[in-house]
């Protein structure tokens, strides 16, 4: 069978041919014992990027799966509606009562009358006078939907629950747990961070809703993805160098895929080869394909901002020297640090301390001077997306701990040529 590259390597869709079951977690096996629990919400929470929304995919069947994001709930009712949208429900129906000598007819049709409308009219016809009583009915919300698909295979998959504006959220946990009383299966996917918002929305829904965590993937599971994938192009790639592209993926099977299809592009590799072919990458090779890669991973503005920083008054900042032959202030200074190898998510103080020491050639930022930066670069991070956690730096405990929540912000500062480029603006 042959296969283009972009049908095995899906940065964008269900991984047909690439789909890893990660057997530690068990996560397919949790998700179908959640399901068949009658009335109980399920709530999904994992990285950005880490699959969740394959893995309700995989489970379910594209088929069953009525997919709603969080950005497009402005409303309470707005979850219902997206759901009637999905089943191609008219906005309204007219259903028209005629009374005549001859025959009695209900009709019921799509319609433009706005909700509520009724007209009444005189009409005249062959068999007599008959009055006609025409009426316009509304979408019903929850209980239309609970008509069309309570009890049912079909599943409302509530994508990015934490983007529901705060104030919004109680009242949408109210719409869930009337939901799953009625028998309407739903699962709520969010961030780690934000996983017990619909929760902590309706404290009802406590002891109700079965959580299952998920977590950024290790790099023997996502190289599982590209021995699969290289397999249906009838390619075979180095051991060395399927490993050498899940290390640079950050956890996160979507950049996986990504790269294994920038990969494609670079080694020539459109579709299924006639006969084996064995390739393997350059170190120039790989490069290039991280930067490509780096494209679909848009950071710019950020980057730029967090290594501007804050707006100075007075004193200007201390410049150091860098091991890549640069010069710049703590800002750059502690991203140099976190783009260093090998790539991590969470960075204590002291592995941070160990980082900006590396990457300056001779003296270095002073300790408070690295904890005040790391503070205001988690203020500028939150301004530059206020829904979405991309970095934060915690002191609550300790000498403190930098996070990297989004993968694919920590991929973009790792391979995209923005840090140099800032250097000559």
């Not at 990285?47 to 394959?54: D, E, F, L, Q």
């Not at 709520?188 to 406590?206: F, K, M």
């Not at 006639?274 to 350059?282: A, E, L, T, W």
Request: one cysteine or more.
């Amino acid at each position: 069978m042959l296969l283009r590259d972009t049908q095995v390597f899906t940065p964008n869709d269900f991984p047909e041919h690439t789909y890893v079951e990660r057997a530690d977690d068990r996560l397919e096996e949790k998700l179908r014992n959640a399901l068949s629990i009658p009335k109980q919400p399920i709530s999904i929470s994992g990285p950005s990027k880490s699959g969740k929304t394959a893995l309700v995919e995989r489970v379910i069947g594209p088929d069953n799966m009525i997919k709603v994001s969080g950005v497009e709930i402005r409303t309470a009712n707005d979850l219902w509606e997206r759901v009637l949208d999905w089943m191609d429900s008219p906005s309204s129906t007219v259903v028209a009562d005629t009374l005549s000598q001859s025959a009695q007819e209900r009709v019921s049709a799509s319609a433009s009358f706005g909700p509520g409308t009724s007209v009444t009219g005189e009409i005249s016809a062959q068999a007599g006078i008959a009055k006609t009583t025409t009426e316009s009915r509304a979408r019903s919300g929850l209980p239309q939907v609970s008509r069309e698909i309570g009890k049912s295979d079909y599943i409302v998959f509530l994508d990015d629950f934490h983007y529901i504006q705060s104030d919004l959220q109680e009242q949408v946990a109210r719409e869930i747990k009337a939901a799953a009383e009625r028998d309407i299966k739903i699962c709520i996917a969010s961030v780690p961070h934000r996983s017990d918002d619909v929760v902590r929305g309706n404290h009802e829904l406590r002891g109700r809703t079965l959580n299952i965590d998920t977590q950024f993937w290790n790099p023997q599971d996502l190289e599982k993805i590209a021995a699969l994938g290289f397999a249906k192009l009838n390619v075979e790639l180095q051991e060395s160098d399927v490993h050498a592209l899940a290390e640079q993926a950050c956890g996160s099977p979507q950049l996986m895929q990504s790269i294994c299809l920038d990969a494609c592009r670079k080694l020539g590799v459109r579709q299924t080869a006639i006969g084996v072919r064995r390739i393997s990458i350059s170190p120039g090779d790989l490069r290039e394909i991280l930067e490509n890669t780096s494209m679909r991973t848009d950071y710019s503005s950020l980057v730029r901002d967090l290594h501007q920083g804050p707006r100075t008054k007075g004193q200007p900042r201390h410049k150091f020297t860098f091991g890549d032959q640069t010069t710049g202030d703590v800002y750059r200074c502690v991203l140099l640090a976190l783009r260093r190898d090998p790539p991590h998510f969470q960075i204590p103080y002291a592995e941070l301390i160990e980082r900006v020491n590396a990457v300056c050639i001779s003296n270095a930022p002073i300790s408070g001077s690295i904890q005040n930066a790391c503070r205001q670069m988690t203020s500028i991070a939150r301004e530059h997306s206020p829904a979405n956690r991309i970095l934060e730096w915690d002191d609550r405990t300790g000498s403190g701990t930098f996070s990297i929540v989004d993968p694919y912000f920590l991929f973009f500062l790792r391979h995209s040529n923005k840090l140099q480029d800032l250097m000559g603006s």
